[in-house]
């Protein structure tokens, strides 16, 4: 008897305790009412007498061994998990191979925003890019806006303080990306054809539709002889390279100080009887007046423009009916797309 209880003394040290799984059948084997141990005390009257004392010592010795043998390799594998966020599982057996680590992607609207850029590129387009802080003669003025125009309000645009004793409130975050088409006509010679993406900011309340922030993607084509039937040409290509041919969409007449004349293109959103028409985007033929503030001669030059809203393709080509998805960061959200 002695001998079996030394062998049991010798296995319970020499366990080893490093997964739940390996706990789990070590409390099977030995602490269980099924287990060793019990096994052992139940064999206590087969003992002979004057040796019942001393094996019984030796199985309470042997129960509490495995008891403190298996609380201390509990406690510690349940530290190991608590210090391993990181999605890694603790150490159940070192040959296996680590769980593959989770991959990042890119963000739907950088997903939309490449796909924006993709079908201009193929038409030939480049890139352009201008300064998210804006002065107002960019934002504003250049592009035809009347000084009493509203979105020159405090309501709607975020005006910025060049400096503490400066009372002239002269820089604006852009409320559009137009303003990089004035950049990029002063800063080269026509002919233009550039698409310029970027992040806007308006002093909107934050809804299921509207944010403080948003992206556009702008163009821009300039030179002799550009048609509104280009333009209009463009367009549909455009919609038809996103949404796939059968794109429902329609153009209708629309206004904007720096387009004569001016026109909004919308995506039906929903099925044959219950949807809307959502606006993506304005466009139209340059207006003279910005070409003359610009130094290009309206009188040789003409050109169409377009601006554009990614979140709201987004939301179209992936069905997202609320737009504070796309800035919440979530990861059930994000890893969808
Ligand atoms: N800037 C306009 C807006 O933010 C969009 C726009 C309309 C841009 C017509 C254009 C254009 O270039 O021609 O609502």
């Keep these: 008897m002695s001998q079996l209880t030394d062998r049991i003394k010798e296995e319970i040290h ?31 009257g087969s003992v002979a007498p004057h040796e019942r004392k001393e094996f019984g010592q030796k199985v309470n010795h042997l129960k509490e061994l495995a008891h403190k043998k298996f609380s201390e390799a509990k406690e510690k594998l349940e530290k190991n998990n ?10 159940d057996d070192p040959t296996l191979m680590p769980a593959p680590p989770a991959f990042g992607r890119l963000h739907p609207l950088s ?28 934002n504003f003025t250049a592009l035809n806006f009347p000084p009493e125009h509203p979105a020159r309000d405090m309501q709607d645009t975020f005006f910025i303080k060049k400096t ?9 975050l852009r ?63 455009f919609v038809e390279m996103i949404y796939g041919e059968g794109v429902r969409y329609q153009i209708r007449p629309s206004f904007f100080p720096f387009t004569e004349p001016s026109l909004e293109m919308d995506i039906w959103w929903g099925d044959e009887k219950n949807g809307k028409w959502l606006e993506i985007l304005g466009a139209g ?39 504070r998805h ?12």
């Design 111 to 138: 997903q939309t925003q490449q796909m924006i850029k993709d079908v201009f590129f193929r038409l030939g387009f480049t890139i352009s890019d201008g300064p998210e802080l804006e002065d107002d003669f960019h």
């Design 164 to 172: 503490d004793n400066d009372d002239e409130d002269d820089l604006v």
């Design 14 to 44: 020499e366990a080893v305790l490093n997964s739940k799984d390996e706990l789990e059948s070590f409390r099977l084997k030995y602490i269980s009412r099924k287990g060793r141990i019990t096994e052992l005390l139940s064999k206590i």
């Design 326 to 337: 796309l800035y919440d960061n979530d990861l059930r959200f994000l890893q969808q797309f």
């Design 175 to 237: 409320t559009h990306t137009s303003p990089v088409q004035i950049r990029l006509m002063q800063s080269s010679k026509p002919p233009f054809r550039s698409i310029m993406p970027g992040r806007v900011y308006r002093n909107e309340s934050i809804t299921a539709k509207s944010y403080c922030l948003f992206h556009q993607v702008e163009g821009l084509y300039v030179d002799k002889d550009v048609s509104l039937a280009e333009l209009i040409d463009t367009l549909v290509m």
């Design 82 to 91: 608590e210090g391993n966020n990181s999605g890694i599982r603790a150490l």
């Design 285 to 323: 033929m340059v207006h003279p007046n910005v070409l003359k503030a610009c130094g290009v001669d309206p009188e040789i030059y003409s050109g169409f423009a377009f601006g554009m809203g990614v979140e709201r393709i987004a939301m179209l080509l992936y069905g997202i009916d609320d737009i």
